[in-house]
C-alpha cells in the first residue's frame, strides 16, 4: 500500500471514530439524544399488513439522520404483524441475533439495525415461549406474550419485558396475561431506564412502582386509544412524566382510524420536547436532548410551527390533520357533579366537593365581540360550553378494567347538556368561531386528596387538536395532599384542564374470557 493511500485509510478511520464519539452521550454529558417512532402498520393503499413491508418501513426510518445521531430509539406497540411470532433470547445468554440465526427473521433484522445506527433499539415484538408440561399451557403448546425487545449498541438482547396488563381485544387475540414483572436495562451513557408497554401505564404495578424505586427514564412502546376528556395519549404522557418528575419516551402506533396516533418525548417540567399526532398514518421519527436526572441541562422547547395559510386572529377550524382521529368518550362523566358556566358571565368561583373530595374553582373568561347573528342562533352560544366537574370513587379505565378515581377539572361540551362533554366539536359552518371567541385569562384549580397508599395526581390539558398545553402556560404544585394547578398564560380552545388523580385499584377481570381457553 502506498503512502498516500496508507493515509486515506487512517485519516477514513480517524474520521469514523469521531463521528462515533460525537454521536454517542457518555456517563459524564449532562443529556443524551432520545429518538421515537410514530409508525403506522399499513403501508399506504394496503389493506393489510405484511411483515416484510414493515420491516422495509423500520429500516427506512432508522436510516433518517436524526437516527444515526440517536443514543436510543424506541418504535411502537404493533409496529411488527404476527407473522414475526419469534422467540426471544434471554439477556444474560448475551444473544446477538443478528449473528445467530436460531430465531425469527425479523428479530434478527431488528438486531442488525441496532447494530447498523450504533445505538440502542427498543422495538415490541409478539414473543413464543414453549410450555410443554405446564398445565396453564395452550393446546397449540406455546404461549404468545406482548414483549419489549432491547438491543445494544452492538444488535446485543439486553432486557425484555412483557406487558403485563392486557388491552381487552389483546386477550382476544390470545396473548398472554402476566404477572407484573420489573424490568430495567442500563445504558453506556449512564442512564438506566424502566419499561412499560401502553396500558401499564395506568396500573401501579410494576409501572408506578418502578418510580418509587428510583428509576428517573422510561421507554414506552404503545399504540394509544384516544379517550376524552382525561386520557388521550399525549395529554395523559405529558401529565405522567410531569407528576412523577421523570423522562418518558412514548412511541405511538399510528392508525388514526381506530384511534391510534401520539408520540413524544416528555421530560419533567419541562413538558414535550418533541411530540407528533396526527389522522394522517406517518413513519416518522422525533428527536430531543433529554436532560439527565438532577443535572443542570435545560433542553430546548421549539414551539409548533403555525400553518403559512393561518392567521393570528382567524376563526377556528379542526385541524386536518387531526379531525379524522377517533376519539372516545369517558362514560364515567355521567357520575360526575358538574356545573355549567354561562358564557356571557366573567368570573366564577365556586366550591364543589364529591364523597371524600372538594375542590375549589376559579374561572376569568372573556367573550370577544362579534356579530350576534354569529355568536347566537336561537338565543343558544354558539361555541364550546364548560363545566367544572368534580369526582372521587370507582369507574372504569376505557371500559376495560376497573379504576378508582379523584378528578377536579373543567372540561369542554358541545352543547348545554352532560352527556355531550367528552365530544369534540362537529359544529356546523356557522359555529365555527367556536376558539378565537372565548379566551381564559385565568384557571385556578386546587383541591385536597385524601392519602392513600398508592396514589398519583396529574395535571391533564388538552386542546382541540389533541395536543397538551406547554407547561409554561401553568403552573402544578403540589404541597402535601393539596395540589394547586393555574393558567399562567390566556388561552383559548381548551377541551380539558385539570388534577386527575389516580388511586391504582387493582381488580383485574376476564372479559367472559373462560379459564383455559387462552
Known sequence: MGKSAFSCVFFLWIFCQVHNTVQQSTPSDPFYIASVVEFAPFAIGADKTDINEQLEGIRTVIQD????????????????????????????????????????????ELSCYARSIQAYLVANVHEKVLCSGDYQCPKKGYFVFNTNVVFDRNGMVISKYRKTHLYRNEIYKKFTPREPQIQTFTTDFGVTFGQFI????????????????????????????????????LQLFQGWSQANNVSLLSAGLSNPVTGNSGSGIFSRSFGSLAFSITSIPE???????????????????????????????????????VKEILTKRDYNLDLFTTFLLDPIEDNFNKTMCHGDLCCDFS??????????????????????????????????????????????????CTTRDLSSCGNRSNFPRERIFLKEQLYFTNITIKAEYRKRFHMLVMPMTVNSDLET????????????????????????????????????????????????EL
Open 283 to 321: 413513519r416518522k421519527i422525533y428527536t430531543a436532548k433529554v436532560p439527565k436526572k438532577n443535572s443542570s441541562y435545560v433542553p430546548k422547547i421549539t414551539s409548533k410551527p403555525k400553518s403559512p395559510t393561518q392567521k393570528p386572529n382567524s376563526p377556528f377550524i379542526i385541524k386536518k390533520n
Open 469 to 516: 398545553l406547554p407547561t409554561d402556560s401553568y403552573t402544578f404544585e403540589k404541597d402535601d395532599n393539596i395540589y394547586k394547578m393555574s393558567l399562567r398564560k390566556s388561552k383559548m380552545d381548551i377541551l380539558t384542564f385539570g388534577l386527575y388523580g389516580n388511586y391504582f385499584v387493582e381488580k383485574r377481570v376476564k372479559h367472559n374470557i373462560r379459564d383455559g
Open 65 to 108: 439522520p436524526n437516527a444515526e445521531k440517536s443514543d436510543i430509539v424506541v418504535f411502537p406497540e404493533g409496529a411488527l404483524n404476527t407473522d414475526g411470532l419469534t422467540y426471544v433470547p434471554e439477556p444474560k445468554d448475551q444473544t446477538i441475533p443478528c449473528e445467530e440465526l436460531d430465531y425469527h427473521y425479523s428479530l434478527s
Open 198 to 233: 401502553c396500558f401499564d401505564i395506568l396500573f401501579h404495578w410494576p409501572t408506578q412502582s418502578l418510580v418509587h424505586e428510583g428509576i428517573s427514564d422510561f421507554v414506552n412502546p404503545n399504540a394509544w386509544f384516544q379517550e376524552l376528556p382525561f386520557l388521550t395519549s
Open 363 to 412: 374561572v376569568t373568561q372573556t367573550l370577544k365581540q362579534i356579530k350576534t347573528d354569529i355568536k347566537f342562533i336561537n338565543n343558544l352560544y354558539i361555541g364550546y360550553q364548560y363545566r367544572f366537574v368534580i369526582y372521587s370513587g370507582p369507574g372504569t379505565f376505557q371500559r376495560m378494567e376497573k379504576s378508582e378515581i379523584g378528578v377536579c377539572a373543567l372540561v369542554a
